[in-house]
């Protein structure tokens, strides 16, 4: 996927530009990482955390969040759509929400539990919720994605469905992009530059920034349909059963 994301070296726009601020709220395992530090390093933005970052349950900070407007930084989150956390995101000029496939996102989702487990990152995994169950990593892989494809693949379909409906019926559309991990991985420039208009930026105003995708930035395969040739006849069965058809017509989910 390196070779893809090849680009000019950043040109950032000046400190006076009126790029408002920018949150970046995703599901996770989407290229978070290095989708905020291209775009913080493109528009020359401060990075300002305004939650916890925790799924399916983010809760925006409310004096983050006034940083972040008055600093014109960018941010990004997990935040669910609740009702609290909507009069925060409103606040903000620019939200970028950005999606994944169900079903590729709850294995991704499995592989980077397993990267927690094997540097013994015991906090992180404590922040998962449910809580894994004790012998959780002693299932055979097979097993492990029975149980996230009944407790995780749930709530990531809830956390899409919640913000779809919040979008639709957002007072401020042009507030609002919807994007998926789908169109970053097929067409990064084209990605990048829809954003870039989308925040306000001149046409020619800034060239992407060149960050090299590392494991560390949540890069494994990159593969939006690895889930196809791991999910068995079972559990592609249980996953379509979970995901609304709607949804997989309005995001050209097969």
Same mark, same amino acid.
């Given at each position: 996927?390196?070779?893809?994301?090849?680009?000019?070296?950043?040109?950032?726009?000046?400190?006076?530009?009126?790029?408002?601020?920018?949150?970046?709220?995703?599901?996770?395992?989407?290229?978070?990482?290095?989708?905020?530090?291209?775009?913080?390093?493109?528009?020359?933005?401060? &990075? /300002?955390?305004?939650? !916890?970052?925790?799924?399916?349950?983010?809760?925006?900070?409310? +004096?983050?969040?006034?940083?972040? %407007?008055?600093?014109?930084?960018?941010?990004?989150?997990?935040?669910?759509?609740?009702?609290?956390?909507?009069?925060?995101?409103?606040?903000?000029?620019?939200?970028?929400?950005?999606?994944?496939?169900?079903?590729?996102?709850?294995?991704?989702?499995?592989?980077?539990?397993?990267?927690?487990?094997?540097?013994?990152?015991?906090?992180?995994?404590?922040?998962?919720?449910?809580?894994?169950?004790?012998?959780?990593?002693?299932?055979?892989?097979?097993?492990?994605?029975?149980?996230?494809?009944?407790?995780?693949?749930?709530? &990531? /379909?809830?956390?899409? !469905?919640?913000?779809?409906?919040?979008?639709?019926?957002?007072? +401020?559309?042009?507030?609002?992009? %919807?994007?998926?991990?789908?169109?970053?991985?097929?067409?990064?420039?084209?990605?990048?530059?829809?954003?870039?208009?989308?925040?306000?930026?001149?046409?020619?105003?800034?060239?992407?920034?060149?960050?090299?995708?590392?494991?560390?930035?949540?890069?494994?395969?990159?593969?939006?349909?690895?889930?196809?040739?791991?999910?068995?006849?079972?559990?592609?069965?249980?996953?379509?059963?979970?995901?609304?058809?709607?949804?997989?017509?309005?995001?050209?989910?097969?």
């Amino acid at each position: 996927m390196a070779g893809n994301m090849a680009a000019p070296d950043s040109a950032p726009i000046p400190d006076s530009a009126p790029i408002p601020a920018i949150l970046l709220n995703t599901l996770p395992k989407s290229a978070s990482v290095y989708i905020l530090e291209t775009l913080a390093a493109t528009l020359d933005k401060p &990075v /300002v955390t305004i939650s !916890s970052g925790y799924f399916p349950l983010d809760l925006a900070d409310f +004096r983050s969040v006034n940083q972040l %407007i008055a600093s014109r930084g960018i941010a990004q989150a997990h935040l669910d759509a609740s009702e609290f956390n909507q009069r925060y995101i409103r606040k903000v000029d620019k939200v970028i929400v950005q999606f994944r496939d169900p079903r590729q996102a709850t294995l991704s989702w499995l592989h980077h539990l397993e990267r927690l487990a094997e540097g013994s990152q015991h906090d992180l995994l404590g922040t998962v919720s449910p809580a894994l169950p004790p012998e959780y990593f002693s299932l055979e892989f097979r097993e492990k994605l029975d149980y996230q494809l009944r407790i995780y693949l749930p709530q &990531v /379909v809830g956390w899409i !469905s919640d913000w779809n409906e919040f979008i639709d019926h957002c007072s +401020r559309p042009q507030q609002i992009m %919807i994007n998926t991990y789908e169109s970053f991985v097929s067409q990064p420039q084209k990605y990048f530059d829809d954003i870039l208009d989308f925040v306000g930026c001149p046409p020619g105003g800034a060239s992407i920034a060149r960050i090299e995708p590392t494991r560390e930035k949540n890069f494994r395969l990159g593969d939006p349909d690895e889930w196809l040739q791991v999910l068995d006849e079972d559990q592609r069965a249980l996953a379509d059963e979970t995901i609304p058809s709607a949804l997989k017509r309005r995001f050209n989910w097969q």
